[in-house]
């Protein structure tokens, strides 16, 4: 058989409990699966266990960047590809958020944005006991429609045209 991937990883969430699993190359030619389960606790607690909370570095009033704890392995890693796929998908909130950050920060930064998101997320489902609702991709356009109109009038002066009659 050949293999497709050499990595995977799956997270299973219950009212109770969370399960991650991955499987990854040992080094000799074959795989390893880990598998943890989890109590569910506070979006927060379950973030920082999961090693996909920000870093917080701040000194006489700076912030600098931090660095995100390593956390638990098979559910960081699982969080970090779902991430990854849900940054390549098409008008949805994740994606927009991913594409946002990634302009303004680095790929890797946005991507722990993106599953750290993912983790509130689930943790939200699990607590509200309803199905997840998808923000779409324009969710943070429809924020500050101002402001965008503001951006792109701008944007179309710096290419030098006039735009004193637009209302």
């Not at 050949?2 to 990883?9: D, M, P």
């Not at 796929?85 to 790929?107: E, F, I, M, V």
Request: aromatic fraction near 4%; glycine fraction near 8%; charge should be positive.
């Amino acid at each position: 058989m050949e293999v497709v991937h050499t990595q995977c990883a799956g997270l299973d969430v219950h009212k109770k409990t969370v399960v991650a699993a991955i499987i990854l190359p040992d080094g000799q030619g074959g795989l390893r699966k880990e598998v943890q389960t989890c109590n569910t606790m506070t979006a927060d607690h379950q973030a920082a266990w999961a090693g996909v909370v920000p870093g917080n570095n701040e000194s006489a009033g700076k912030r600098y960047f931090g660095t995100t704890h390593k956390g638990n392995r098979p559910l960081n890693v699982a969080l970090v590809l779902a991430a990854q796929a849900a940054s390549h998908t098409r008008n949805t909130y994740l994606s927009s958020q991913y594409h946002r950050l990634a302009g303004r920060r680095d790929k890797k930064r946005a991507i722990v944005a993106v599953a750290h998101s993912i983790l509130l997320i689930s943790h939200c489902i699990m607590q509200r006991k309803e199905p997840c609702r998808e923000l779409g991709g324009g969710h943070f356009d429809k924020q500050r429609p101002e402001s965008i109109a503001n951006r792109l009038l701008k944007h179309l002066q710096r290419q030098g045209y006039d735009i004193s009659n637009v209302a």
